[in-house]
């Protein structure tokens, strides 16, 4: 029997990301640019705002005009001009004249503080009002570039583009924006225990839940599929399968077929493929049989047939190397830490990864196992929204311990770990 | 001059969720189920596993054979049969035999113990081994109904459908899953002072940045849009358009035209349409002119025309009710608290909301704003990760003091607020 020698986690994140491909730039409509990658830096190209603007509604004035002015002794103005938003008056202010002027609307020339509507008392033919305190210059004013100066970079490339990301780009003008070309990823579910999800139950087998969890793993990054099925029992037919579906796709992941066990053909798949190994033991629970091979630049993520194990394989390595292949600058679960709210007495030499729920609600950060806690577990992926790492070792841990935490399905990323 | 009296956040939040009505609900394919709403309680139809079965490749035996094995007294067996996964062993064990066991396999008839492979020693000819230890009964084995027992309930309506709840789902046989239809929201933007996103920019005028971002934050929880273009000049056309879009949308959002200046008409086409406003003014910044109209049990979102003020007004009022119209049991942003790492001590009668950024890394959280903080902030928008909240009132904010934050772009909800 075959012996495989389980390598650290970081170590296997790391040959991970080394062997992982990036991908083309392409450029595409902002409209359609919601979850890429950026794959340029944005810089300003010109003020934010691009002028001088009225923050509110009121009325456009010289502050000098307003020196003196108290509730005993108002000052005057006459309303020469009406501006909307996006107008620009033609007028030029003089002594005591003042703009009504809407929200965002450009000042006027000579204009350089704004009295808001608030803050005027209007005559009843609206041609005039007053004002009971002396206005400073600037005062209610919007300054060009207060926002971002010109030629200031605002963000770095391999950001993912989220709304308040396309806000800035529409800002700027961005009509396109250019971003790596999202990878195509393959699934091949492997196992002759498998049914399809409609199929009644049958003695000895249990239906294909891998797979719409991988696809929507996948879909949870923006990312797109081709499903090829499940593998047949015949070499022969899993190698050319294994080999179209690599010829079409820009990553591999199978499921199931990892083990050290008879029935387990992957590794002879590998070998006929010519496909690099990189490792097929992680110190890591569940997943250790998690096995990555490359080919021709292209990653083969065998993933373990059990759920819990195949959910975490996907998040810890298959998942950041997509993210890395469109340049994502931030392409690892999103960290915290928090107070265990259970013991785990029993110490493991691997590190272990238990799905769990994370309560935010108190300041300090908690979470508890979602549920079951074995690899072949499918409950609690439906109650987990965080990942505990607990660290290998001779020690087990107790309530209240502060553990590494890692959130599923964050926008937010992290640059790295330090597991 | 129209005078509008501001209502408290949790007044307008409880006026909107009052008003927004449920969806019909919809069947559809697993396979395009994720992001969706369950609308369907799930309980596990059978047992998870449906049998008792080996979670490792090893040999199932009966364990009173193994009784009395050591290192100086290695008891023997005899291997009868070989079961994969998905196989189910036609033979029943004997004295002293045992059956070749793959992972996921069903358990064979009189076996109750599986000895791990690696706890094997194999006869060269691979037909016996033996082992140094005794075995317990159900040593080894994956009982049927561990990870779930028939009947449980095990999802509740109103759940977000993600990876996990999909694997759970394939699980039990759900192909087709029971969800709210999603609402299709229109969105009006108003302002002569918009230019197209590839418009250059002229005097006084500044790009429609809302609509792309509200296209993305509508996206962000999986959402379909349609795009009404920009109101005209004419109060008849606006009025033409809005009666259109909601005669084809669940849910209207305009942005602009909300503010008691001279040129927002909105105001004036709502009375037109009989919609009855439910608010107009919020006491929070930004935002506080957000308004809320309702006519025939359709959502009209009147959001301000500063991307801050806008982006804010959606995440607070317009995405809950959206959440909620798919039946949501989660709709409220999700919340936790933090250390402030910066002074607020300016006070403010009114409720504010500071985009930020938040680090979680060190177990207690931090929020910092994500820089310049006005309502026609643009920048701040493409790096905050977060909302903070600051009541209004008398007093300022100082470094170190914990706040309420709103985390963005997470999968994860609140049931409810209390801010």
Redesign the interface.
Known sequence: ?EFRKPIPLHSAIKLTMEHTPLLEVEEIS??DS??RILAEPIIAK?N????DRA?Y?GFAIRSEDSAGASEQQRVTFQVVD?I?????SSRTLGKGEAI?I?????MPKQADAVVM?EQAK?SEAGDRFTIRKPFQQLENV?LKG???AAGKV??EAGGL???????????????KVKVARRPVVGIIAT????L??????V???????????????I??IGVPYRSYGKLKDQLDDCYNLIKQALSETDCLITTGGV?????DYLPAIYEKLGAKVLFNKIAMRPGSVTTLAVLDGKLLFGLS???SAC?TGFELFTRPALLKMMGANKPYL?????KLSENFTKANPFMRFI?ASIT??????RVAPAG?N????????????ALIALPGGSRGFSEGD?VDVL??????GEREWNL
Do not use: C, W
């Open positions: 029997m902002l409209h919601y979850h010109h934010i705002p691009p002028f923050p509604d009406h909307g938003a996006g107008s620009v009504r809407m929200t965002g609307a450009a509507l209007l919007s207060e926002d971002a605002l963000l583009i989220h709304p308040g990301t396309i806000a800035l780009l529409a800002t700027l003008g961005y009509a196992g002759s225990e498998l399809e999800i409609e199929e009644p139950l003695d000895g087998k249990i239906r294909n839940s891998n797979e719409p969890m991988l696809q929507a793993q879909a949870r083990s050290v066990g008879d029935y047939g059990n759920p959910y999103r960290h915290t830490q928090a799905r935010l609600a108190e300041g300090r950060a079951f074995k690899s072949n577990a499918v409950t609690s992926l439906a109650h987990a929204d502060v959130l599923l399905g964050t926008e937010e």
